[in-house]
């Protein structure tokens, strides 16, 4: 493992996260269709949104970049990733298994998303949803398509469609997360309802769900590492 990865990741990890027990919940998990790479991906969302769990194969290569430092020279085995994001707190706790090797982070995305720069920004921008005349249908159900932009980028469109039988909260636990990944204060109206449907300006499918299942499920982790 080169030496500066080695680095990099122990300044991701805050003091507090050697003794910290990570508990959460998952109340249903969807799998979607990526149309531009012909991909499933799955995901589980609890608490409205709150925590987003997925150990998707797909996810796991894009952070093939990272990965691949964890193998075993002339290895060729793919590797386990999982990956828990807490939009509350903005951290990213990732799980990565090779062969016999495991590496477990629990990482403050702000750091890598702002640069070490605070917000400072008075401007209160808004990622508002205006509901169009089309509907969309998926799983023999039909759904309200939105235009969705933000005020500075009216013509910024893309469209989407909500099922707010499963409950994600975007207004609580996203507009964080785009604050820090913009450097601007964000504010998110759109309805709160898991993504059914995604599309760009011109019609073309960017996501599209192929089903989801209510299943109550607890995940914990913990992050010790002990002298006595």
């Known amino acids: 493992m080169k030496r500066g990865l080695l680095i990099l990741l122990l300044l991701s990890l805050p ?3 050697f003794s910290q027990d990570i508990n959460f919940e998952i109340d249903f998990s969807a799998v979607y269709w990526a ?34 430092r964890f193998q075993p020279a002339g290895a ?6 999982k990956l828990l994001f807490d939009l509350k707190t903005i951290f ?5 298994k090779i062969g016999q090797n495991t590496v477990l982070a629990n990482v403050d995305l702000n750091q890598f998303m702002e640069k070490g720069k ?3 920004s008075a401007t209160v921008r808004n990622l508002n949803a205006t ?19 933000p005020d500075n980028k009216p013509d910024d469109l893309i469209y989407m469609a909500f099922d707010e039988r499963y409950p ?11 604050s820090s990944a913009t450097g601007e204060l964000f504010s998110i109206n759109i309805p709160s309802g898991i ?3 995604v599309e760009d300006s011109k019609g073309e499918i960017i996501l599209e769900l192929l089903s989801i299942k209510k299943k109550k499920q607890k995940g914990s982790a913990n992050i010790q590492l002990n002298l006595e």
């Open 76 to 81: 060729k085995e793919d590797p386990d990733l």
């Open 195 to 197: 993504l059914v449907h």
């Open 92 to 96: 990213m706790l990732m799980e990565v």
């Open 15 to 17: 003091s507090s996260s």
């Open 35 to 68: 149309p531009k790479s012909n991909d499933t991906i799955k995901v589980s969302i609890g608490n409205k949104g709150r925590y987003i769990f997925t150990d998707s194969k797909q996810v796991a290569k894009s952070f093939g970049s990272i990965t691949r």
């Open 131 to 149: 509901p169009t005349a089309l509907k969309v249908e998926n799983n023999g159900k039909k759904y309200k398509l939105y235009g969705v932009a």
């Open 168 to 178: 994600v909260d975007y207004g609580a636990y996203f507009s964080k997360l785009m």
């Open 118 to 120: 605070s917000i400072d």
